[in-house]
């Protein structure tokens, strides 16, 4: 739909598209594709006229929620990550210690205890 504004039109339904494709990229972890879908919006954003009509705005409140929801949803993909890597980490001192027969590696200073 486009919405006439003082100095030119607004293709709203290439916003809409954009945030379609956003939640997917994030729903699927793909990162990469995030950052493109991103630049895009960026440049449509950039071209946005300075004065828009009343009637943009119900578009801009829907736009403005569905970022927000894939802006939560971003949110918990990082969450998760997190919590992958902190259990890679947590995996892999696991695995440094089986392989030095159970023992903590020692320690390169040892603390002067005499007092």
Request: aromatic share 2%; no cysteine.
């Amino acid at each position: 739909m486009n919405v006439q504004a003082e100095t030119g039109s607004v293709d709203w339904a290439a916003l809409e598209a954009l945030d379609a494709r956003e939640e997917i990229a994030v729903a699927g972890h793909r990162w990469d594709e995030l950052l493109a879908i991103q630049a895009e919006r960026r440049a449509l954003l950039d071209a946005l006229p300075r004065t828009l009509s009343v009637a943009a705005k119900p578009m801009l409140e829907r736009a403005l929620a569905r970022s927000q929801a894939t802006e939560r949803l971003l949110l918990g993909s990082l969450a998760e990550t997190k919590g992958a890597i902190e259990r890679l980490r947590g995996g892999r001192r696991a695995i440094g210690a089986y392989g030095s027969g159970g023992r903590l590696p020692r320690p390169t200073h040892t603390p002067d205890l005499r007092a």
